[in-house]
């Protein structure tokens, strides 16, 4: 159910997006030929101006999803293209009074407003649960019983330092057996922030059971 709302929920919002390009098109189109613009110029600058609101919100898009800041240029490059568009649909029509002006500046707003919709539909990403949110304890897996707050106990000073230690430590100083001291190891990576890339020091080897 969920799928679906989201998947007509994006239709919807694409379908508008493109219904008000279409229009806001038209009107950058013949506002440019009737202020002296060459054809080929008049049919190529909505594209510049529509297309750089695109183009800007997939920027600011791709920075979110990697965790880095969106460019200023982007965040700039959108402003100014939010402004040309509505001030060139709004030329259009600003001839027949200000119902013309309103009537025809509002499909760049409604573009604008569902080309973000659309990218933020996408930028947007579901909650992380519980156990995987910053400053959570995860829970240890059932099959360790004791053994996780053992080996709380046990590796403390290594926690601290921010370092797991490696399955072949873990098997000596528990006494247990490599199924279960990777169990532990994952654990402990789980306490530490980190996901087993990093060992107290010591490499792990396979050994016989």
Known sequence: MTDRYRI?????????????AVISYQHVVALAIRYGQP???????????????????????????????????ARTGLV????????CNVGY?????WPGALLSGWPAVA????????????????????????????EPPAGLNGHADRAAEIFADDLAAGTVPGVRR??????VGQPKAQQV???LAG???FNGHRTGGEQDAPQAQ
């Open 93 to 97: 029509g600003v001839a027949h009074g």
């Open 111 to 138: 573009f604008v407003v569902a080309a973000e919709t659309a990218i933020t539909m996408t930028r947007q990403r579901p909650a992380a649960p519980a156990s995987e949110q910053p400053g959570t304890v995860p």
């Open 191 to 193: 306490l530490a922030g």
């Open 8 to 20: 007509l929920t994006a239709s919807a919002v694409l379908l508008v997006a493109a219904i008000a």
């Open 185 to 187: 190891r994952e654990h």
């Open 80 to 87: 100014l293209a939010v402004i040309a568009t509505l001030a």
């Open 170 to 175: 873990i098997r000596r100083e528990m006494h």
């Open 39 to 73: 054809a080929l110029a008049a049919y190529l600058l909505p594209v510049s101006i529509d297309g750089l609101v695109a183009v800007s919100s997939l920027v600011m898009l791709r920075a979110a999803r990697t965790g880095v800041s969106a460019p200023w240029l």
